[in-house]
């Protein structure tokens, strides 16, 4: 009760509340800007993060998070280009909407349905997360090796691309995970004889470059476009009768949002996606899907806001990502000296309430600031790209180089640009990359831990149950894409 | 083995649509294998559990199966939409590179108001008037952001000094 009531306290004393207003304000912002998000946002702001207070920090990322996953919608709705890939579903009746007059009952009612699902997703967060770390409590390290793998399985659903390329972007970061000094023996590897790289890849380099820089490859390439608002933008907002339609779509969708986010690797976009499907096969009138329904703003909206909450569950009781921005979130976290897990829960408690409130008060704000100030955020993703991307690579360089003050960090950053500009022109995600440095230590520690329990003899593991569930859950994590296209074909 | 992106429309050529990626993979993995046999020895007191090399050769087998599986899989999933490949990518490329080649000599402000000239110049930009002011406030935004304000150590180079 006393880590709650501080927890509590800390997020609302005056300092919080302003950096939670602004990063609210800012994650809405940056969600609304084509090819940005919170990803983006959370990778830009790391070497200023690192060097915040840990909870103040890692309350910022998890506002950032929530508010850029809102601030999607803007430009889905407005210029049928959505600002982050969870908002996809929001354009396919947002639009419409837009398009004859109704642009303020459609962008009130994607900050309302937000605000709900991700609300309902932080209460779920409250009460799920410590029961999962109590259980999480008795982990070994076979357990925790089980644990990893299973993370690991789960990229096969990670984004829009293949699984065996989101495998094999996964083992290469936990190939990238082993190079520096080897923890057991103080051997060098992969170091090239580079006093930089003996400590290892930082994240930070890597993550601007696989993200922010390869964006940046990637706009170089793709068309002059430019987007242009609809011209009636009514101020309506939703009714009270828009509401009453939709609580029962809000409701399931927050339910579905918050499970699939619960999913390590799962997130917001599935959920958005799932949850508008359901919001189809649900509604007494399916045949106005397309033409602008407002339970198809609804659905995705609640579910994908939902499912931040739901993906926090697991990145905060067990240390296993819930989605590519809670990988981001975790690196952060490490590199605060924050280690999630259930120790987490049993030493600072308050830190976490900390993070729940900041949770729970960003979804407050954006709604607010959805419901008001939406139509002129939405002029942000006017910005012409000849200027944003020049912009986004001089605040990529100011923030790699400040980490260390070193240029070899900012020339990793330009490498790991080019990598991942040529794995996503060949089909391969960078978030299971990131997901694999983040989980490789563990996963090479705790390996190394079991195998001196268990005297080299592998079959140690078939003696621990929670390991053997792990694997199983693991195996079916693998099998889980095979398996629904397999029943997708049959339907 | 089928995959996500097998709805993907079936490629004329005959050989797996992958295989290119498949031996790039290959042979990355060939090499860091090599790498990995170049490791230090570890002292006789020192080892139990996993070698230092095992782990990484455990990860790279790992690769390279998987790569092995991509190279006789259909339609592996599809890349993003590929727009062609345009000489703005290597422009782009070849400016950033300079400026940041140049950035510990001169400084990273130094040059940054010419950087901020070419860059929407190289993207296409023609509104002088805007890319004169973009080039021109920017830099002292930043400046006074990151340096005057914030304190934060950046390569400054001929400006040294300026930064208090």
Known sequence: MD????????????????????????????????????????????????????????????????????????????????????????????????????????????????????????????????????????????????????????????????????????????????????????????????????????????????????????????????????????????????????RGTIARSSLLGTFVGILPAEGGTVAALMAYNEAKRWSKTPEAFGKGAIEGIAAPESANNAATGGAMVPTLALGIPGSATTAVILGAMIMLGVRPGPALFQQQPDFLYAIFGGMLLANLVFLFVGLYGAKLFAHISLVPKQFLWGTVFLLAFIGTYAINNSLFDVWMMVAFSVVGFVMRRRGYSAAPVVMGLILGELVEISLTQSMLMFQQDVSGFFTRPIALLFFALALLGVAYPYIKSA???RR | MTDRGEDAPASPRRLPPDLADSLVILAICAGGYLLTLEFDPVPEFMRQGLSPERFPQIVIGVIGAFALMLAFAGRAGQAEKRPRLRLRIATTLLLVGTYVATAESLGMFTLMPLYCALFPVLWGERHWPLIAAYAGLLPVLLFALFVVLLGTPLPLGLLEGLGG
């Open chain 1, 3 to 246: 880590a709650a009531l501080t927890g509590i306290a800390f997020v609302l004393s005056a300092e919080m509340l302003l950096l939670i207003f602004l990063a609210t304000i800012a994650g809405v912002l940056v969600g609304a800007l084509p090819g940005l998000g919170s990803i983006m946002m959370i990778v830009l702001l790391l070497p200023y993060i690192i060097v915040m207070e840990p909870t103040a920090g890692i309350v910022l990322t998890a506002v950032i998070y929530c508010a850029a996953t809102f601030g999607g919608s803007i430009t889905s709705i407005l210029i049928n280009t959505p600002g982050t890939p969870a908002a996809a579903a929001t354009t396919f009746e947002g639009y419409p909407m837009a398009q004859r007059g109704e642009a303020g009952r459609a962008l009130g009612m994607a900050a309302f349905s937000s605000s709900v699902g991700g609300i309902f997703s932080v209460l779920v967060l409250i009460v799920a997360a410590p029961l999962l770390a109590r259980v999480a409590y008795h982990f070994g390290p076979p357990e925790y090796f089980a644990l990893a793998l299973f993370g690991l399985s789960m990229l096969a659903s990670l984004g829009n691309t293949s699984t065996l390329k989101n495998y094999i972007g996964g083992a290469f970061g936990i190939l990238l995970s082993t190079v520096g000094v080897d923890f057991a023996t103080g051997v060098e590897r992969f170091t090239f004889g580079s006093p930089a790289l003996a400590e290892g890849i930082h994240f930070i380099p890597l993550m601007i470059g696989l993200f922010a820089g390869s964006e940046l490859l990637m706009q170089a390439a793709a068309s002059d476009a430019v987007p242009r608002l609809v011209s009636k933008v009514a101020v309506r907002l939703p009714s009270l009768a828009d509401l009453r339609k939709v």
């Open chain 1, 487 to 489: 029943l997708q074909r």
